[in-house]
């Protein structure tokens, strides 16, 4: 395992474990950064510890104590550094230990509830979970909410500042006290799957590693609160949505589109652990998650593409506009619909969407268009939406396959590629 491997799957969980030892989120990325640096330069000739990532807690550990000794004046922060000075000597096996056993003892699961305390607005706790857990940068996120990287990025700034100033402990709160961030806690985790699930940035597609993590944080919400019945519709839609991830794209990185999967490939474990999840979901009050894993079992259950029953997910997509009236779900309702009803129904739909300006900046809505567009073989109007999806897209495997599809429809119409 290299390091730069390492840093792709452990940042996250070490900055997690660094945060909760030193307090402080800008102090933790920092130190953890020095010790990736260490690494980089030292490893190449001794060889990589046995313990990556204990080796990397502990090197930035003893960077943070170095940092505050070079800051501040000892009189001044005195209790403070012995407390870094203490964590020194915590063993790396301490840790293990504590992602072993209880899950309320994990670091991850720690700092999402941390981000998530009510003294925070929503937006800033899910920008700052996804900022110092997965690693995303801020463009990314900001893209994931369609909101200014300025804006984004003053968001996460002031969240570490509140929770700095009014010292909000670094804990899974009690159980009394669990319900109130649960709604954002998970709106963190789905966003953690999501951003592995597509990207929204980069070369690649799909991050095997956050879709794990996803997976692995909705288990724990399950288990820490087992009669929460939304937390396992949430954990259902992960599953169904990851069960379809070995053929969503070529060896090449291609995209391939749902309808042209080969669903013999499909996790038929994750299918049917998932659907038993959203079955029981639906059975009580269904919530967004609950309704959205039921659209996926519907997908995932159809043998094949022509046998998926578009108008119950319209229908589901009704249910969901109820309880989550944003412009994404209506634009996806839009597709259903366009499915269930033909392309028509569809263009109208988009064209209301359009007039409330909402999804401006958001490449899926000219994508849809043209697609709509080409099912009716109207190419040069299609070409013209390829083209603003294109101006908007920024991961470059979803690039590549509207370049495809711009070509065919300039083909299609007779004329060439605009200059």
Excluded at 112 to 125: D, G, K, M, S, Y
Excluded at 329 to 339: K, Q
Aim: glycine share 4%.
């Amino acid at each position: 395992m290299d390091i730069e491997q390492i840093y792709h799957e452990e940042s996250g969980r070490i900055l997690a474990t660094l945060i909760r030892l030193l307090g402080d989120f800008d102090l933790a990325e920092e130190a953890m950064q020095e010790a990736f640096a260490l690494a980089v330069e030292q490893w190449p000739k001794q060889g990589v510890p046995g313990n990556p990532r204990a080796w990397l807690v502990s090197t930035a550990r003893n960077r943070a104590v170095d940092t505050l000794r070079r800051r501040i004046s000892f009189e001044k922060k005195q209790d403070e550094l012995q407390r870094l000075i203490e964590a020194r000597s915590a063993l790396a096996s301490q840790d293990e230990a504590m992602i072993d056993g209880d899950p309320m003892s994990d670091d991850r699961l720690r700092l999402i509830f941390t981000c998530c305390h009510p003294a925070l607005r929503v937006e800033a706790q899910v920008a700052l979970t996804l900022r110092t857990l997965c690693g995303l940068t801020t463009e990314a996120i900001a893209k994931a909410f369609i909101a200014p990287v300025p804006t984004m990025a003053q968001r996460i700034v002031r969240a570490k500042q509140k929770i700095r100033d009014a010292r909000i402990p670094y804990r899974v709160p009690p159980m009394e006290d669990l319900q109130e961030r649960l709604t954002a806690v998970m709106l963190v985790v789905y966003l953690v799957f999501n951003e592995g699930y597509s990207a929204a940035s980069g070369e690649a597609l799909i991050r095997r590693d956050l879709c794990a993590e996803g997976i692995r944080l909705g288990r724990l919400l399950c288990e820490l609160l087992p009669k929460e019945m939304e937390a396992r519709g949430l954990l259902a839609l992960m599953l169904l949505h990851d069960s379809r991830r070995d053929t969503r794209v070529t060896e090449n990185g291609e995209i391939v589109l749902l309808e042209e999967q080969d669903r013999s490939r499909w996790n038929q474990e994750f299918i049917r652990e998932g659907t038993a999840l959203a079955e029981a979901a639906l059975r009580t009050s269904p919530g967004p998650y609950s309704v959205q894993a039921a659209i996926a079992a519907v997908h995932a259950n159809a043998a094949r593409a022509e046998d998926t029953d578009w108008r119950q997910i319209a229908a589901l997509y009704d249910i969901l506009r109820r309880l989550q009236p944003t412009p994404v779900v209506e634009l996806n309702r839009a597709v259903a619909v366009a499915m269930a009803e033909g392309p028509l129904t569809g263009l109208r739909l988009l064209d209301e969407l359009e007039a409330k300006e909402e999804l401006n900046g958001y490449y899926l809505l000219p994508a849809a268009r043209a697609d709509f567009l080409r099912r009716l073989n109207r190419w040069t109007d299609s070409a013209t939406a390829y083209r603003q999806a294109l101006a908007l897209v920024s991961n470059e495997a979803e690039r590549r396959f509207l370049e495809r599809r711009l070509a065919e429809a300039e083909g299609k119409s007779g004329v060439g590629p605009s200059l």
